[in-house]
């Protein structure tokens, strides 16, 4: 199962009514859904309206979905909407100028490509949070590091880990949530100083 | 420090069910296993989801990592528990079995017995020429009676 599988399965979930799968599919994409709204929208509250909207309407569209595309372009191509109407009803510019988002929700380059309106404190959180990460693997045990880095950064399958590690593939599930817990433990007392906000 | 000491990552006793369900969790994220084995109601199980993907995001594409509101994600709860779950019959709907039938329903009642007549009087229509009723009027006037009895004993 892939990644897009994962959320398709969520997805079934959500449409046979189980609504603790869309907390699941929220807290999976509520940043990056940020991050795109924060390039059309400058304001912090309006962002969380609108991305509550694109959430909501996503929730509501759910029964429709098909799975013709993977569920986070779609979300994307929501949000993209949402931003719009928002900004046309408001009678505002994008707060990035060169803001021109085709109709084609598919295509996210010029977005990507666009300057965030992350806070210098958000953008220190960030860099913080980034480098403890990296700092936990590089002292993980030599099996977890590899199991990991395996899986996050080269996107290799358990299967493809176990060949490449030579081990069976239970023992790739367990240093990949060891690795997992080693760091989480780590970063558990930065996701927890933020006040008013949450990961 | 040469490695991180795994003994104090454990957690404690009170998560102990967390820690039954992350392994799952975590291999669940990864495609390995299926949702129904994890409880997704349990709060602990959704920190976790949230802690895993920021390392993900941390490692293959930090500039997402910005942490969302607590407005947000208390104004977001909310608004999805307002929603209906879908799946399920709408509570606003009323049930078939209560709705008052319509006129062509009401209508449609009286058609079973409109149809037998019909159909009585297409077999005698047929029948007439082969059983020798049409000897005279006689015979098409019995046919009629018979007729008009078997529609009056069906309407």
């Known amino acids: 199962m892939t990644e897009r599988q994962v959320d398709a399965d969520l997805v079934a979930r959500v449409q046979q009514g189980d609504k603790q799968a869309f907390d699941l599919l929220v807290l999976k994409y509520q940043r990056k859904i940020q991050r795109l709204l924060s390039r059309m929208i400058r304001d912090p509250s309006d962002i969380d ?3 509550q909207e694109t959430f909501i309407k996503a929730y ?5 979905f098909r799975g013709e595309s993977a569920f986070y372009t779609w979300l994307y191509r929501i949000a993209i909407n949402t931003g719009r109407n928002w900004l046309s009803t408001e009678g505002r510019r994008p707060s990035s100028p060169g803001l021109n988002i085709s109709d084609d929700g598919e295509t996210f380059d010029e977005i990507d490509n666009l300057t965030d309106n992350n ?3 958000s953008a220190l959180t960030s860099h913080e949070i980034a480098a403890t990460v990296n700092s936990v693997i590089e002292q993980l045990p030599a099996e977890l590091r590899t199991a990991i880095v395996l899986r996050e950064i080269d996107g290799l399958s358990y299967e493809e880990i176990a060949e490449t590690m030579a081990c069976p593939i239970g023992t790739v599930r367990s240093r990949i949530f ?8 780590k970063l558990r007392p930065l996701l927890d100083t933020h006040g008013d906000r949450r990961w | 420090m040469t490695s991180v ?3 104090n990552t454990l957690l404690s006793d009170e998560d102990m069910a967390t820690r039954d369900a992350a392994p799952s969790l975590s291999a669940y994220m990864d495609g390995q296993g299926h949702s129904r084995e994890i409880d997704l109601a349990d709060s602990q199980v959704m920190q976790c989801w949230s802690q895993y993907h920021v390392i993900r995001d941390a490692l293959t594409d930090p500039s997402s990592l910005t942490p969302v509101s607590e407005s947000f994600a208390a104004r977001m709860s909310a608004a999805l528990a307002r929603e209906p779950a879908h799946g399920q019959p709408d509570p606003q709907e009323k ?4 709705r008052r039938p319509g006129f062509w329903e009401r209508a449609g009642l009286a058609w079973p017995g409109l149809a037998m007549a019909s159909a009585v009087a297409s077999v005698v229509w047929i029948a007439q020429p082969l059983l020798g009723l049409q000897e005279g009027v006689g015979g098409l006037a019995q046919c009629r009676k018979l007729l008009r009895a078997h ?3 069906l309407i």
């Open chain 1, 119 to 121: 806070t210098p404190e």
């Open chain 1, 178 to 185: 060891r690795a997992r817990e080693a760091i989480a433990a």
């Open chain 1, 49 to 51: 309206d609108v991305m």
């Open chain 1, 60 to 64: 509501r569209a759910l029964p429709q």
């Open chain 2, 95 to 98: 049930p078939v079995a209560s």
């Open chain 2, 151 to 153: 529609l009056r004993r």
């Open chain 2, 5 to 7: 000491d795994l003994q």
